[in-house]
């Protein structure tokens, strides 16, 4: 059988008319933004692995951190290092790399990120995650997400095999189709992870309202704020109801006896952290208040309102910083970042503010995906 989901051309395909911005401002049309936010860390070198148009490396650029993407779709990586310098991101690398043999040393990275990208390799993702293992440093947190089998993708896949029997049964010849990916449920994803040398720290499906997209037929443009999908997500996407969620995520450590603290990035912690916490947190960083976001006890990551579905774009208009009280232009590209506060852009660079916001101000926010039709 052919993998249809490791082919180049596939993916040139696949990318052709969308573009960074219109990725960007689709915000949380895929969820799991709060729990990007909450464990990339803020030290070190951080990959996106399998990064496509880079949304996720162009944000948390902005937002400081040391972060550079890697595809293996040539074409793309050329046209984002084109975007990138006539967009004003000349700091941000994106390189042309397999990732099951990255170009990185190891013990080199602090955070690993892979969003919906090791459930297409056909004889499974321990290649990947062998190779993640390797390159993180001693502390280094990777962020896996996959597909997961929601409601949705379980009705899709009975209705497929109830049309396989008759076709069995009626002996009418049954051409099987290329491979795409897997779908994980939180589970298997976190054996696997497991299995690969990281520890797992935190494990479970996310991703409510994506069901419902999908459920949809992919059409979201009458929903509004009130629509029945977007109330259900606010009110069950943090309880066990996010088990039907449509992605599985894992957040995973390289455990060792001397690790970097995530809060305040030096080599001083040793692996009895994870005992207490989900990310190494030093004895000093114990004592600070943004190291009590990261207890295993604090329920696991929100956002912190409910959804705006389908917004206007904020386009350059003065708001008051809500922090220094100074006045700022927001950003032609981010808007207010995604955060319910509104912060000066050179702000949110600060580390500990940063931190802050991810663990209590994310503004959920809803658009649809959309090609720009040339």
């Avoid at 082919?7 to 799991?32: A, C, H, L, N, R």
């Avoid at 490396?57 to 993407?69: A, C, D, Q, W």
């Avoid at 074409?75 to 397999?98: A, P, Q």
């Avoid at 990916?181 to 696997?192: H, N, P, S, T, V």
């Amino acid at each position: 059988m052919e993998n249809k989901g490791q082919k180049v051309k596939e993916w040139s395909s696949f990318w052709e008319g969308f573009t960074p911005e219109s990725e960007i401002q689709m915000w949380d049309y895929y969820g799991g933004r709060q729990w990007i936010l909450k464990y990339a860390p803020r030290f070190g070198k951080v990959c996106e692995a399998g990064c496509g148009l880079g949304r996720y490396v162009f944000y948390l650029n902005r937002l400081g951190t040391n972060i550079e993407g890697l595809d293996f779709e040539e074409k793309t990586i050329e046209f984002l290092n084109n975007w990138k310098s006539e967009n004003g991101f000349n700091n941000v690398k994106f390189i042309v790399g397999d990732v099951t043999k990255l170009p990185y040393e190891d013990n080199s990275l602090s955070g690993y990120i892979s969003l919906g990208v090791v459930e297409h390799f056909i004889e499974g993702p321990q290649k990947a995650l062998t190779e993640a293992y390797r390159v993180l440093r001693p502390g280094g947190v990777a962020i896996i997400t996959t597909p997961s089998i929601s409601w949705n993708v379980f009705r899709i896949n009975l209705i497929k095999k109830i049309k396989d029997l008759v076709k069995i049964i009626i002996r009418y010849k049954n051409i099987p189709s290329e491979f795409f990916q897997y779908w994980y449920c939180a589970g298997k994803l976190r054996k696997f992870v497991n299995e690969s040398g990281l520890i797992v720290t935190r494990a479970t499906n996310i991703d409510l309202l994506y069901t419902f997209i999908e459920a949809n037929n992919f059409i979201i443009e009458n929903w509004t704020d009130n629509s029945l999908a977007v109330k259900l997500s606010n009110i069950f996407e943090n309880t066990f109801l996010s088990w039907f969620g449509s992605q599985a995520l894992t957040i995973s450590v390289k455990a060792t006896d001397n690790m970097h603290c995530f809060i305040c990035g030096e080599k001083n912690t040793d692996r009895t952290s994870l005992n207490k916490y989900d990310v190494p947190v030093c004895k000093v960083c114990e004592t600070n208040d943004l190291g009590q976001y990261y207890r295993k006890k604090v329920r696991k990551p929100d956002y912190h309102a409910p959804y705006k579905v389908f917004p206007p774009l904020q386009r350059g208009t003065i708001q008051i910083c809500e922090i220094s009280g100074e006045e700022y232009k927001i950003d032609e590209l981010f808007e207010n970042f995604g955060f319910i506060k509104k912060v000066k852009p050179d702000l949110l660079r600060d580390k500990e503010i940063s931190i802050m916001l991810s663990n209590t101000s994310i503004q959920p926010i809803l658009r649809s995906r959309k090609k720009i039709i040339k």
